[in-house]
């Protein structure tokens, strides 16, 4: 009994080991608990607190407040001079930058400029106000989405509006119009993902929507542009390279092919500058044709096949814009066989 007496006293005195002290005590190693004060009016000992040993590794950190943009992350705009209550104002002036070349769309709204002078002088202010009603919708339709998935605003849009404002007619209703791009714009676009990630350019599935549903207005005539109003958008294209060479390589080769055995009219097909439109615009996009070399001349090959197919049993606007839409469904497939060949081959060479 004497022996657990003066064992006590000395645990008494004893200086305790700090963690060990801290899961005895508890509230009395933090002075800023409530309890502290009732501990160190008791008298017991070691009042003041030790510092907690710092945590090994990674320290774990709340989730960030991130949201998905695109292929970057952004954090949701706090309310300043420049948003209301948290609502980001619509960037134009970025906007507007990334139009810029190399990977902007400013070249090809350059290009454009000449065919819808042409179109203006020849079919009067309807022009403008069809692309102005045009372009209206598919930027409604893109801050929409932007809002939503907490995107950038772009106007990559502008080039979808300026192309089917020139190649419809001018005595278009308008509503058939604000439902076309609507769904151009939304399936052929916007839902997978935005400007980039499209697999059919927005304008060619506006233009099948027309001629399919409303195929009494004559939307696959299209107008008479002069073969000379689409020089400036070969040299901007070809020069920016955004359209590639070997897709105009690859659809001049098939018509060629096709003139040798007698398919055809070559000379009419290739002196339209609805057809050079096309190309340039429809089937040489950088978004919608194939992303491999050897699956933008096979892009190309169809391309002009299916083209000079299609003309021999209707017009040039419907057979281009038919063409456009059936080699940009299989682009996928070629780049995927273009790689398939490819790691086949280097198989064989290196064993």
Do not use: K
């Not at 022996?3 to 801290?22: C, G, K, V």
């Not at 008298?43 to 990674?58: H, I, K, L, S, Y």
């Not at 705009?77 to 948290?86: L, Y």
């Not at 000449?114 to 372009?135: I, K």
Request: proline content about 8%; charged content about 15%; glycine content about 12%.
């Amino acid at each position: 009994m004497a022996r657990s007496a003066r064992a006590l006293a000395r645990a008494r005195h004893r200086r305790p080991h700090p963690q060990r002290a801290s899961r005895a005590r508890g509230p009395a190693r933090h002075p800023a608990h409530p309890a502290a004060a009732r501990h160190q009016r008791r008298g017991c000992r070691n009042r003041a607190a030790p510092r907690r040993p710092r945590a090994r590794g990674r320290r774990s950190r709340p989730p960030h407040p991130y949201r998905w943009r695109g292929d970057q992350l952004s954090r949701p705009p706090a309310a300043d001079a420049r948003t209301h209550g948290g609502d980001r104002v619509i960037p134009l002036l970025p906007a507007l930058a990334r139009l810029a070349p190399p990977h902007g769309q400013l070249p090809a709204l350059l290009g454009l400029a000449l065919p819808m002078a042409f179109v203006l002088f020849a079919e009067g202010g309807g022009l403008l106000l069809r692309v102005g009603l045009l372009l209206a919708v598919i930027v409604g339709w893109q801050v929409l989405f932007a809002r939503i998935r907490g995107q950038h605003f772009g106007l990559e849009g502008m080039t979808a509006a300026i192309l089917v404002g020139l190649l419809v007619p001018p005595a278009s209703p308008l509503y058939q119009l604000v439902l076309a791009i609507s769904f151009g714009i939304v399936i052929g676009q916007l839902v997978f993902g935005g400007h980039g990630r499209n697999i059919l350019h927005p304008s060619v599935v506006t233009l099948a929507f027309l001629i399919f549903s409303f195929a009494a207005e004559g939307y696959g005539q299209g107008p008479d542009l002069p073969l000379f109003a689409l020089v400036p958008a070969f040299v901007l294209l070809l020069g920016s390279g955004q359209a590639n060479w070997r897709i105009l390589a690859g659809a001049l080769f098939s018509l060629l092919g096709l003139s040798l055995l007698g398919i055809g009219d070559l000379p009419g097909l290739m002196g339209s500058g609805l057809f050079w439109l096309g190309l340039l615009y429809f089937a040489a996009d950088p978004v919608a044709s194939a992303a491999t070399n050897p699956g933008r001349l096979a892009h190309g090959l169809l391309f002009g096949l299916l083209a000079g197919l299609f003309a021999t049993a209707g017009s040039i606007l419907s057979a281009i814009v038919f063409a456009a839409l059936m080699a940009g469904i299989f682009a996928p497939l070629l780049d995927q066989g273009a790689i398939t060949v490819n790691i086949l081959r280097r198989s064989r060479r290196h064993g």
